[in-house]
């Protein structure tokens, strides 16, 4: 039975259709071979390959600039006309495609911007990478470019080896075998000496002497070494060997790199080309001769110079470069020779008498200098200098300001060899020869000055020719206007420092008062004027300083703080008359200014004369009668001199004229000290039904009933006082000791949480409550009531002072330094830092510590007492005497343990030497 399915092997066996392409349905083109068409039959046609993709159902690759010109001969408008009409559309069709890409193109612009921005801040070039590099190329050193170590090898490929020492060969068999027979024995005797009968012995016994061979050696190579040293007799010859500084003459040899050298026969060829190219130009030659100089050719060095100036006759640079290069005697030919070229030059005759080492010959080479520059100052200055006689040097100043009248040097020069009375005709012809000069005016008032400080004077006399110096600087400053010379006033004042300098305080003076108040507006001139005696002050000029404040006073006599000013200034750097009249003259002028009264009174009590200091207060209470401060200071004069019956009576008057709280607080303070507890107890319940709110009227009523052991009573007026004061501190601390000294710790600290409750974020309330637990035993409490403050309180010097001791040790460094950082240089840190470097057995940074603290806060006793401590351990009796006289200045009132000591009733009366040495020894 015959199958229907197709027979496969002959579908294959069929012949292929006409323009059949094998894979042209897949896309590819048609191609056939030699062996398939024969040697001339062509591959199928372009309609066949169109008529396959149209059944596949592709279309036709068009080309598409087949339609764009419309001269192309096979195009679709091929043979076209291109009218005017064609050219319009064209452009019509332009402007549209225009104005349809005008539109936002902004913001297409600014997107691209933005792209192309994230694009190069993503992926950088290198260029952009390393541009902060390259800038700070220009900041390198010359040293850390020649520090640079060279670049070695990077592209690990195998190098050549340049070191012929360090290769390696393989060593032949004959080399190994010859020298293993070098350390065999023969074992048979030698046929010639068997022959002669045996060895030969040596008479010496065959031992060889080494000690003469050295010997003899060291013999022979001294020997050549004289004959080398030595001048032959016949010969006449002698060597330039020098055997004594041979040695040392190698040292001065300078051994030039391969690099230098290279670079110094660049710069000659440089140079050759420019001397060559511009020969006028003289700095060429230098330089040239300067090359050859650093190379150490001085012949060739010589020779290019020596052109130069045959070259550039007229330029002294070269002249003066060549004399510099040749020995003493040539360069004064040579500058003799510029003196033909260049005899106007000042530098060259200058040089030449330089070159001379006589006297005379100076003074002959700037003579005849002088002949051919008669008008040059330097070279008359330089001929008045070899003078040794006053009257030659006056003769040789009259005949300079003859030639030259416009030189203010040489008036002021032969002014000053003058007598007084002829100086002044000098400075009058220099005055009218240069009428814009007032150095001039400046001299003769300087030369008046010192005519009326002559010893043998009366003071009237001496104060009129005194006052004809301001007389003289005003008539200067009213001449220089005329001629239109104005200076400034800060010129003026430069002049003034400079006359005080020189030992003129009156011409100073005078120039402060004539100048001090030009070019300021009224407003201004008080503070402007105080600025400038600060700044003068600070710059060591006490006498214009002190012009300027006296000046101000004239102006306005009324300004207390001006008064204080000047005191403060007569105090640091006047005497003890001078302070006392300027603060009389003060409080005649300020008879209100209570500050100035008790400065003249405390003068006067330190100098010693208390009945003066009594007569000043009494003039204070005439003018101020309900002073609370004068009357306290009357009070205190009369007690630190024992006149206590006179100050309690004082007190008594002062409480019924000037009713204030202070004056009653201050009552109770002296009937405390002077023992009679009950009349302060009585004078405090008087004047706290006066002054309830007076905090401190508390704090010393339960500090005597504390004294009495009368705890129950101080324990009331602590709680009277906060309740009455809640927002004082002191209280609820005082108010906390007494509890935690009657033993009831935890009252104590249920006060201080009360305390921390009405008064937030007080680091006082908070380091007691830190010693609370200290002292309590609780070191684990204490630590984290310490975090809980300095949470609270992040800038407080005296909790990070207590944080610093409660770190270990080796931590306390780095803890320091947050310290420091968080509390801005507090003063207790800055001491507490120093306690570190103490203990730390850094000494002098120690000292250095407590320095910058006493200077931070001079009113923090404390910080002396701790840096005295201090001293005592590691310093000397100098060093502890420098740090008692700054305390004593700067009078501390303020510290933990300093207001202790101080308000101790036990320690009144005592100075503060006294103070400073207890609180010392009080410091743990």
Known sequence: MASNKPNKLAFLSMPAPASYVAGLGRGASGFTTRSDIGPAREGPSAEVIAEAQARRGEEAEVDPDQFQDPDNEYGLFAGTTYEQDDEEADRIYEAVDDKMDSRRRKQREAAEQAQLAKHRAERPKIQQQFADLKRGLSSVTDAEWESIPEVGNLTRKKRRRTDDNSRTYVVPDSVLVGDRSKVEYESALDSRQQ?????????????TNFVEIGQARDKILSLKLDQISSTPATSGLSTSIDPRGYLTSLDSVILKSDAEIGDIKRARMLFDSLVKSNP??????????????HAGRMVKARKIIKMGCEECKTSEDVWLEAARLHNNDDAKVILANAVQHVGQSVKIWLAAADLEHDIKAKKRVLRKALEHIPNSVRLWKETVNLESSAADARILLARAVEVIPLSVELWLALARLETPERAKAVLNKARKAVPTSHEFWLAAARLLEQEAMLPGKGTEQREKELAIVDKTIEAATRNLRQHRVLLTREQWLKEAEKCETEGSPRTCEAIVKATVGMDIEEEDRLDTWVSDAESAEARGMVGTARAVLSYALRCYPDRRSLWRRAAELE??????????????????????????WLMAAKEKWLAGDVPAAREVLERA????PESEQIWLAAVKLEAENGEFAVARELLIRARSVADTERIWMKSAVFERQQGQLDTALATLSSALSKFPKFAKLYMIQGQIHESLN????????????????PKEPTLWIMAARLEEKDGKSIKARALLDKARLINPANDRLWAEAVGVEERSGGAVQAKAMLARAIQECPSSGLLWSMALWAEPRASRKTKSVDALRTTKDSP?????????????????????????????????GDVWGWWLKFERQHGNEEQREIVRNKCIAAEPHHGAVWQVVAKDVKNVGKSTKEILEMVADELK
């Open 280 to 293: 006028k130009h003289a700095p060429g030659w230098i330089a040239a001769a300067c090359l050859e100089e």
């Open 710 to 725: 009368h705890v129950p009573a101080a324990r009331a007026s602590y709680a009277a006082g906060t309740k009455a004061c």
């Open 621 to 624: 209470f005439v003018a101020n």
């Open 195 to 207: 022959e002669q009968g045996g060895f030969d012995t040596p008479a010496d016994g065959g031992l």
């Open 828 to 860: 207790l840190v800055v001491c507490t830092v120093a306690r570190v470097l103490w203990a730390d057995r850094v000494v002098e940074r120690a000292r250095d510590w407590f320095g910058r603290a006493s200077v931070l806060d001079p009113d923090m």
């Open 571 to 596: 105090k640091a750097h006047g005497t003890r008359e001078t302070l006392d009249a300027l603060l009389q003259r003060a409080v005649t002028h300020c008879p209100q200014a209570e500050v100035l």
